[in-house]
């Protein structure tokens, strides 16, 4: 079993930095791609950034820039660093890893974190 856990949602100012953490933990071989998603109410979940093993990162057209992901392989975790944040980046952040466990190659995902961008 493999659980990733969430961890440095909140409330921010338009214009503020918040960093999202997310560590999978359980009977785990490998961890290839890891990367955050997130959605609003009335929308569909979309993608925010992905990282590769190897450090190669992808981002939604609208974070670039000001969005940064990275991660630890030793400890199997990712981060997001979140600069310059606006009110529609509100949404639950959810965090996403394929894991190479005993039971194979699967897609985990977190429980979630609020984000919410207001003055």
């Known amino acids: 079993q493999v659980q990733l856990v969430e961890s440095g949602g909140g409330l921010v100012q338009p214009g503020g930095s918040l960093r999202l953490s997310c560590a999978a933990s359980?009977?785990?071989?490998?961890?290839?791609?890891m990367g955050w998603y997130r959605q609003a109410p009335g929308t569909r979940r979309e993608l925010v950034a992905l990282?590769?093993?190897?450090?190669?990162?992808r981002f939604a057209d609208s974070v670039k820039g000001r969005f940064n992901i990275s991660r630890d392989n030793a400890k199997n975790t990712v981060y997001l660093q979140m600069n310059s944040l606006k009110p529609e980046d509100t949404a639950v952040y959810y965090c996403?890893?394929?894991?190479?466990?005993?039971?194979?190659?699967?897609?985990?995902w977190g429980q979630g974190t609020q984000v919410t961008v207001s003055s």
């Open positions: 990282i590769t093993r190897s450090g190669t990162t």
């Open positions: 996403y890893a394929y894991v190479m466990s005993a039971s194979g190659w699967s897609d985990y």
């Open positions: 359980g009977s785990i071989f490998v961890t290839n791609n």
